[in-house]
């Protein structure tokens, strides 16, 4: 089984990074990006085959290790 | 005073670390080094100091994975029981992943690794880090990092600020921290995490003395059988 996680800054938090992708989308011509903000996606394959049990596995590997959740939100998605 | 300092692989601070601990705790009782693998902690320190570099590369957050190597769960109980820690730029990133340390370092503003000598201000004296400083004293202490912008949730900084938490404050704000901050301690005031580099500033040889108040502070008030 494979699970997807989407980490992303909280709302609010400064995305530096995000910050300057936009100013260089600008740059190339691309008009009327307002804003962009960055994140990253991790893959884990599982050898659990419950998707129940392997997303509550999931979101604890988030709370504990994958998502600072001090400044991320974390999304899991089981494919 | 029986200090130890930890070492992950990617630290580049241990050394520097241990030789200013040395200087201060004298060499009959020399630091002991401590490599990450290790579960358990010798008996009878007085200060655990985690270092500067990139431990484990700065892979998926800096910090993050030596936050939870074995030797940090002896770390956080101890620390939990009251020992007191130090944490220099990497070494305070890996005590808020740890949640020693509330809050969090994100990438600087400007998205620039910044490696030049800063000016501080001494905003609590309130600790046996910073005892042997003045409240408000200007001291330069080189700073060395791509994520030291502080982040906290504004009831956080509102506590950091209450229970005069802050220990250190940039003059001149270099990577968009907020509230200036340039180190923090714990509620019980027994755990320091900062990102400029002490340790690097500590002998005429190097530059100045200006690092060196911490370690005497430290070593002061630690005086060990």
């Known amino acids: 089984m494979k699970a997807r996680v989407h980490v992303t800054l909280k709302p609010g938090v400064l995305d530096p990074q995000g910050a300057a992708v936009r100013h260089s989308l600008g740059s190339l011509g691309f008009e009327g990006v307002e804003k962009v903000r960055q994140g990253k996606v991790i893959e884990l394959e599982l050898a659990e085959t419950d998707k129940d049990k392997a997303t509550k596995t999931v979101t604890d590997m988030c709370e504990k290790l994958l998502a600072n959740t001090v400044i991320e939100n974390y999304s899991v998605e089981i494919l | ?225």
């Open chain 2, 1 to 225: 005073m029986r200090a130890a300092v930890i070492q992950f692989p990617g630290s580049n601070c241990d050394r520097d670390m241990a030789v200013a601990l040395d200087k201060v705790s004298g060499h009959n009782k020399p630091t002991q080094m401590i490599w990450h693998k290790e579960s358990a902690l010798p008996e009878g320190l007085d200060v655990i100091a985690i270092p500067g570099g990139f431990s484990f590369g700065d892979y998926l957050r800096c910090g993050a994975i030596a936050a939870r190597s074995p030797i940090m769960r002896s770390v956080v109980d101890f620390a939990n029981k009251g020992g007191f820690v130090l944490g220099v730029c990497n070494g305070f990133q890996v005590l808020t992943e740890s949640g020693l340390l509330p809050g969090a370092l994100m990438r600087n503003a400007q998205l620039k690794f910044i490696c030049k000598d800063v000016e501080l201000e001494v905003a609590s004296t309130d600790s046996v880090f910073t005892s042997h400083y003045t409240k408000g004293q200007k001291i330069t202490v080189p700073v060395a990092h791509h994520e030291g912008n502080y982040n906290a949730d504004a009831n956080t900084l509102k506590a950091l600020k209450d229970q005069d938490r802050v220990a250190f404050r940039y003059t001149n704000n270099p990577n968009g921290a907020m509230d200036d901050i340039a180190g923090i301690l714990s509620e019980n005031r027994r755990v320091l995490g900062m990102m400029p580099h002490p340790e690097r500033l500590n002998d005429p040889l190097l530059g100045g003395m200006d690092g060196n108040p911490l370690f005497e502070s430290m070593a002061a008030a630690l005086v060990s059988a």
